[in-house]
């Protein structure tokens, strides 16, 4: 279970250093513990933005300046509840912001490359614009005994938009394969109109400009329930 306290003290240093906290182990909720470690109202408030998963994987979390949506298998947001449970969920705290304009046409590996260039390792990251060719997903609910994550994303939902016009929130992890966290780029989705979101799988831009948080960004992986599961 995470330490509430460890994430109280984290929360305490928010005025000039940004800061990432992570809620568990990414290699649990792939392992298939999707039973929830937290919630939203506790991993999201003041936060500026972050991902997450539902509880029995009952859809993906996308949350923005406070306001946090739950994107079940039918692709429709909805606003979540404090108490909404999440096995899974990062967050983003303050820092040091720069904003940079996206070219039209760039992809996930240009903003990766973007990211990369002004900073070693963790980054959040916010993108606000119109995009083409966007791949958002969810997935089904999920009911015990749970079976590991790459078998339920063989089912999972997609919902594909020639044009998008939205915010894509999430982070840029070190290409590190220790089971810790989601390497590389991760971001997730809540459109302008808010009919739309989800884990994003790609986007090209069309006009769009990125935030990004660094200065003395860090992650917090509390500690977990699940010793000794390796990655399968
Ligand atoms: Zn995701």
């Known amino acids: 279970m995470f330490d ?9 240093n928010t005025s000039d250093t940004g800061h990432v906290v992570q809620v568990d182990y990414f290699r ?19 936060s500026l933005l972050g991902l997450g998963a539902a ?30 449970g999440m096995p899974f969920a990062i967050a983003a705290f303050g820092g040091q912001a720069i904003t940079l304009a996206l070219s039209p046409g760039d992809d996930f590996a240009d903003i990766t490359a973007a990211v990369e260039g002004d900073l070693h390792s963790i980054a959040a ?29 063989d089912h999972e939902v997609q919902f594909a938009f020639p044009q998008w016009s939205g915010t894509l929130m999430g982070f840029r992890f070190p290409d590190v394969d220790d089971g810790e966290v989601v390497p590389g780029l991760h971001l997730h989705a809540i459109s302008t109109d808010r009919s739309s979101g989800g884990h994003c799988h790609s986007a090209t831009v069309a006009r769009a400009t990125i935030t990004i948080w660094f200065d003395d960004l860090r992650i917090e992986v ?11």
């Open 222 to 232: 509390p500690e977990h329930p699940h010793e000794g599961q390796p990655l399968p």
């Open 28 to 46: 649990d909720l792939y392992s298939g513990h999707y039973e929830a470690h937290t919630t939203v109202g506790e991993t999201f408030n003041g």
């Open 4 to 12: 509430p306290a460890l994430i109280a003290a984290v929360r305490r």
């Open 125 to 153: 990251i916010r993108i606000d614009g119109e995009f083409t060719d966007v791949l958002l997903r969810s997935e089904p609910r999920q009911e015990p005994p749970f079976t590991p994550l790459t078998e339920v994303l």
């Open 55 to 84: 509880a029995a994987l009952d859809g993906e979390i996308s949350s923005l300046d406070g306001v946090t949506w739950q994107i079940r298998a039918d692709g429709i947001p909805v606003v979540a509840d404090d108490s909404l």
